[in-house]
């Protein structure tokens, strides 16, 4: 998976408004946030995309770091119960709620499901390894 690589113009636009908002919003309160569900976003998403990935396909683009964005701030207003974080997640359910769950199922020919649906459990992941330093900034 190659996350900063594009099939076009296109594809980077697509791509640029929800990781630039939902990385945003994953630095609050602190910027560590942000590099856990990074990393959980980029590994949860190469590896699903290796693991479950067809033979000679190619994944590009940064949706499955936007999906694991998502998954993160989902997961940290259910684990920290915090009400600006649960707030913060109903915003993400409520604007990317439809198009997340379907951009993770393999319906779309030449989507990669495999890198989104493993960007967001990485996201997922990573609010849940961090949940009691997320709890005590909450």
Do not use: D, E, K
């Not at 697509?14 to 560590?32: F, S």
């Not at 590009?60 to 989902?74: D, R």
């Not at 020919?109 to 609010?127: K, R």
């Amino acid at each position: 998976m190659q996350p900063w690589l594009h099939a076009g113009l296109w594809h980077i636009t697509a791509n640029t408004g929800g990781l630039l908002l939902l990385g945003w919003l994953a630095m609050w309160p602190r910027i560590a946030n942000f590099w856990q569900a990074t990393a959980g976003a980029v590994l949860g998403a190469g590896l699903c995309a290796w693991l479950l990935g067809a033979p000679y396909s190619v994944h590009i683009g940064a949706s499955g770091v936007v999906f694991g964005y998502a998954g993160y701030l989902v997961a940290r207003g259910f684990y920290t119960r915090g009400i600006l974080s649960i707030l913060i997640a109903l915003f993400v359910v409520s604007s990317y709620g439809l198009s997340m769950l379907l951009g993770a199922l393999p319906i779309y020919p030449g989507v990669s499901w495999q890198s989104h649906l493993g960007g967001a459990m990485g996201g997922i992941i990573a609010a849940r390894l961090s949940r009691q330093s997320l709890r005590r900034q909450a």
